[in-house]
């Protein structure tokens, strides 16, 4: 079985390689709209895993308090 720290870095990378395809895929077609909306894409999944790591860290230093 499959823990669970392991299926969310899969997910997450999944994720980023989807945008990355994204990425190529705009800029192949020369879609200025589908780049920005894939950098936004991108900036966003960047910044959900900075507070996903934040959050973690303040509930640990409440379980320890």
Same mark, same amino acid.
């Given at each position: 079985?499959?823990?669970? /720290?392991?299926?969310?870095?899969?997910?997450? #990378?999944? %994720?980023? +390689? !989807?945008? *990355? $395809?994204?990425? +190529?895929?705009?800029?192949?077609? *020369?879609? =200025?709209? *589908? %780049?920005? !909306? +894939?950098?936004?894409?991108? =900036?966003?999944?960047?910044?959900?895993? %900075? $507070? #996903?790591?934040?959050?973690?860290?303040?509930?640990?230093?409440?379980? /320890?308090?």
């Amino acid at each position: 079985m499959i823990s669970r /720290t392991v299926l969310n870095r899969f997910i997450i #990378l999944v %994720f980023i +390689a !989807l945008i *990355g $395809l994204s990425i +190529a895929k705009s800029i192949q077609h *020369g879609s =200025v709209l *589908g %780049f920005i !909306l +894939a950098l936004i894409s991108l =900036v966003a999944a960047i910044y959900f895993l %900075f $507070l #996903l790591a934040k959050s973690k860290e303040e509930n640990e230093k409440e379980e /320890t308090v």
